[in-house]
């Protein structure tokens, strides 16, 4: 699939996000309303954190998606990354909320009302999340987009506590606390969920390296090329779902310079391949000119 095709179906897929959990949300407000039952607001207020979260993930991907220009001449793939961020520090938020709350319900006691009024309005956000889901799948499989993934990560979340959250609907008839336990259990999940959304933003953000595995491809391949001597100063990163490689390569100095760089561009051909859409910065040494290297790579 071509990058403009591609945009287009992130920014689609963005725009549906937004619109089915605005309507969940209202189902879910609704169902609360009714039943006052601890995890549905619990799940109420996963929703609301999807709707801000699906806005923002909307802004920086409408922001993230434009070329690079005078001012940030590496493209605007960081503003995804910063998107995801927030929407960590969100999800945290609200779980520390509804910890409260059903901690506060499970120590006093509350009965549950229209327990199977709450359940058929969840049955209908189950079947809203599952087709958002798999839609969302489409698309990452399409575009491999980090975002996309964040976005499907958090309605995926939604589609188990639902479910969850129609089973102790239905157990609270008979144990009263169950509700309580659903909703402090959805929140510790959820917050499980925004650590690993924290985790992959601050790594990208703080600019650390490829993971073992990826670097020990790059090397690979270079490795590939008898006519190259070593690397050094390997140094990689990712932008959202771009990935960036810069290193010295080391080559034969009786080389000319135009056959040097037909050896980079070969290379740089080779890496693409391998990581598609990433930006590559090949420079050329004589072997054996540069001798205080901070990083060298065995190949």
């Given at each position: ?16 996000s ?25 799940s ?5 954190l ?41 999800f ?19 009965e ?9 309005i ?67 999940y ?53 990935p ?53 790579e065995?190949?």
């Amino acid at each position: 699939m071509d990058k403009q095709s591609a945009n287009r179906l992130v920014k689609i897929a963005s725009y549906a996000s937004v619109l089915i959990a605005l309507l969940i949300m209202i189902a879910k407000t609704y169902a609360w309303l009714f039943t006052e039952s601890q995890s549905i607001l619990a799940s109420l207020i996963d929703s609301l954190l999807d709707i801000s979260s699906s806005i923002i993930n909307l802004i920086a991907i409408r922001v993230s998606l434009q070329p690079p220009d005078d001012n940030h001449r590496f493209g605007h793939e960081k503003f995804q990354d910063l998107a995801i961020f927030s929407q960590s520090m969100f999800f945290l938020a609200s779980c520390l909320f509804t910890l409260f709350s059903s901690t506060k319900v499970l120590f006093f006691g509350a009965e549950l009302k229209n327990s199977e009024f709450g359940a058929n309005i969840m049955y209908l956000c189950i079947f809203l999340t599952f087709a958002l889901v798999c839609f969302q799948s489409y698309v990452i499989k399409k575009t491999n987009s980090k975002i996309i993934s964040a976005d499907k990560l958090h309605y995926f979340s939604d589609f188990i506590t639902n479910i969850a959250v129609v089973v102790s609907l239905y157990l609270s008839a008979s144990f009263w606390y169950m509700d309580a336990l659903a909703g402090i259990g959805i929140s510790l999940y959820i917050m499980y969920a925004a650590y690993s959304l924290f985790r992959e933003a601050i790594r990208n953000l703080a600019d650390e390296e490829f993971q073992p595995k990826d670097r020990d491809k790059v090397v690979a391949i270079v490795a590939n090329y008898t006519n190259i001597k070593g690397i050094h100063e390997l140094k990689t990163r990712y932008a959202a779902s771009k990935p960036f490689i810069q290193f010295h390569l080391e080559l034969d100095g009786n080389l000319t310079l135009y056959r040097s760089h037909e050896i980079a561009d070969e290379l740089m051909l080779a890496l693409l391949k391998e990581f598609p859409e990433a930006e590559i910065t090949i420079h050329q040494d004589p072997a054996g000119l540069e001798k205080n290297v901070k990083y060298r790579e065995r190949i």
